[in-house]
C-alpha cells in the first residue's frame, strides 16, 4: 500500500509517514459527504483549525527530510495548490 510503499523507500521516516496517513484519514473523516455520510452535529465548517491549516506547514513540520515533503506534497499540482494559501483539508480531501 501506500504507506508501505514510502517506507521502503524512506526507511528512517516510518513515523512520519504514519502520522501523515493518519493525518489524511482524520481530515478526510471529518468531511461527512466524502464519506457518503449525511452531515450531522460534527460541522466542519465551525472548526477553524481544520480549514485553516496549511498544507505546507503540516507536511513540512512531520519530517526534516525535504525529499519525503517533496514526495508526500507531489499531488499538489494536480489542483494548482499553492505553498502560501492552499489548506491542508484541500490536500486531504484530493
Excluded: W
Excluded at 18 to 29: I, P
Excluded at 44 to 50: A, G, H, K, M, N
Amino acid at each position: 500500500n501506500f504507506a508501505d510503499s514510502l517506507k521502503r523507500q524512506f526507511p528512517d521516516e516510518g513515523k512520519a509517514i504514519d502520522n501523515y496517513c493518519y493525518l489524511v484519514q482524520d481530515y478526510c473523516s471529518k468531511f461527512k459527504l466524502y464519506n457518503l455520510e449525511v452531515p450531522g452535529m460534527s460541522d466542519y465548517t465551525r472548526d477553524s483549525e481544520l480549514l485553516e491549516a496549511n498544507a505546507y506547514d503540516v507536511i513540512d513540520s512531520l519530517s526534516s527530510n525535504k525529499l519525503l515533503t517533496a514526495v508526500l506534497a507531489g499531488n499538489m499540482m494536480l489542483y494548482a495548490g499553492h505553498k502560501e494559501n492552499t489548506p491542508f483539508f484541500v490536500h486531504a480531501l484530493v
